[in-house]
């Protein structure tokens, strides 16, 4: 696998929360040049790092389907690939799988099991997929955004503002998000004051 720097990480950071931002609003965000972002990108591409760009579907349209969990026993695995509602196939011995079935009813699930001729040996439907968003697993040193410490291990990860930053700790996290609001509050009062001053301005003229 390919060595990550960290505008490599914080351009997967950003498209895996949106994967269709264009190059230009990749440069800006990390405020570097497009042909940087363009190069980048190709590289993670063709390094396969960046796999596939993809998309997060409503789960109200996946909920059409009932799905079970079957433990099985087979002598023909490769059956298991023929059937589309066979959303998820595990292996645990030659012959035994932990697979995912999606099916509309019991009906559905009994012409996979028949159809894939394979014996049941526990059956378990699923009530709820709790589905988790995996960081990815790289080692680089890149330096806290707070105190500019070099950090090792795992980064906190904060996106702001279509901005993503990285903190050693949760102490720098913390420093950080206080010194972006109080900045806040003072760019809101020079805004005011700015404003109040034009409408001292327009009420001379009158
Ligand atoms: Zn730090």
Request: hydrophobic fraction near 35%; glycine fraction near 4%.
């Amino acid at each position: 696998m390919m060595k990550l720097d960290e505008i490599d990480l914080k351009l997967i950071y950003l498209l895996m929360d949106n994967s269709r931002l264009s190059i230009s609003e990749l440069a800006e965000r990390l405020g570097v040049s497009r042909p940087t972002v363009k190069s980048r990108l190709d590289r993670l591409e063709k390094e396969g790092v960046i796999q596939r760009y993809t998309i997060k579907l409503n789960p109200e349209l996946q909920r059409a389907s009932n799905v079970v969990a079957l433990i099985i026993k087979t002598d023909e695995p490769e059956k298991l690939q023929e059937f589309e509602e066979i959303i998820e196939i595990n292996r645990f011995t030659s012959k035994k799988y932990l697979i995912k079935v999606a099916v509309e009813d019991m009906e559905g699930l009994r012409n996979v099991i028949e159809g894939a001729g394979f014996e049941v040996l526990e059956i378990m439907p699923i009530l709820e997929s709790i589905e988790k968003e995996y960081p990815p697993k790289v080692k680089v040193s890149f330096k806290c955004d707070y105190c500019g410490k070099e950090i090792t291990g795992e980064p906190i990860v904060y996106k702001y503002r279509n901005k993503v930053y990285f903190f050693c700790c949760e102490t720098c996290f913390r420093e950080f998000k206080k010194a972006r609001e109080n900045l806040e509050k003072f760019k809101l009062k020079e805004k005011d004051k700015v404003e109040h001053a034009h409408e001292h301005e327009h009420h001379a003229h009158n």
